[in-house]
């Protein structure tokens, strides 16, 4: 398979539709720059929603990340791991920050941020507790992201 369109067809084929994609079949990056499987180049503008933001095929990034797959990928938050313990101090002690909370997700930190917030409304501000969001956004696909989300049609069962 090399087309756009033999993609295409093996996504409406396997793949459950979730979101209405841009027409294009991304292969490659680098920096801010990614390339389709037509070799057509586009500027990225939205760094995989602000995942990538030190750019694509960075090789300080990918060294570290391929350092680290070597020793251990992944754990439950419920161990200690030195990366995640080496990362909170450097986030704490280079900010007003107290404290981190580390997330999988953007729903998952918008969840927290939610909560937090309500937290802060309950005991500082007489129990105010409601969430302001914007017409069109979209927060996330879980159940609380869903209801804060500004879009009807993704609020339907």
Same mark, same amino acid.
């Given at each position: /398979?090399? =087309?756009?369109?033999? #993609? &295409?067809?093996l996504?409406s084929?396997y793949?459950?539709f979730?979101?209405?994609?841009q027409? /294009?079949v %991304?292969?490659?990056?680098?920096?801010a720059?990614? #390339?389709?499987v037509?070799?057509?180049?586009?500027?990225?503008?939205?760094?995989g929603w602000a995942?990538?933001?030190?750019?694509? =095929?960075n090789p300080v990034?990918?060294?570290a990340?391929? @350092?680290q797959? &070597? +020793?251990?990928?992944?754990t439950?938050? !419920?161990?200690?791991?030195?990366?995640q313990l080496?990362l909170?101090?450097?986030?704490?002690?280079? =900010?007003? %920050?107290? &404290?981190?909370?580390i997330?999988?997700s953007?729903a998952e @930190?918008n969840e927290?941020a939610? $909560?937090?917030?309500k937290k802060y409304?309950? $005991?500082h501000?007489?129990?105010a507790?409601?969430i302001i +969001?914007?017409?069109n956004?979209?927060?996330?696909? +879980? /159940? /609380?992201?869903?209801s @804060?989300?500004?879009q009807?049609?993704y !609020?339907e %069962?």
């Open positions: /398979m090399t =087309s756009t369109a033999e #993609w &295409k067809e996504e084929k793949y459950m979730l979101v209405r994609r027409p /294009m %991304l292969e490659k990056g680098e920096g720059r990614v #390339w389709d037509e070799g057509k180049e586009y500027l990225d503008f939205t760094s995942v990538n933001n030190a750019g694509h =095929s990034i990918a060294e990340i391929a @350092a797959a &070597k +020793t251990l990928v992944q439950s938050n !419920q161990f200690y791991t030195i990366p080496k909170a101090e450097i986030l704490v002690e280079n =900010s007003c %920050l107290d &404290k981190i909370f997330c999988n953007g @930190a927290g939610i $909560k937090l917030a409304g309950k $005991k501000k007489d129990g507790y409601h +969001t914007a017409l956004s979209f927060h996330g696909r +879980t /159940m /609380m992201n869903v @804060a989300t500004g009807p049609h !609020q %069962l």
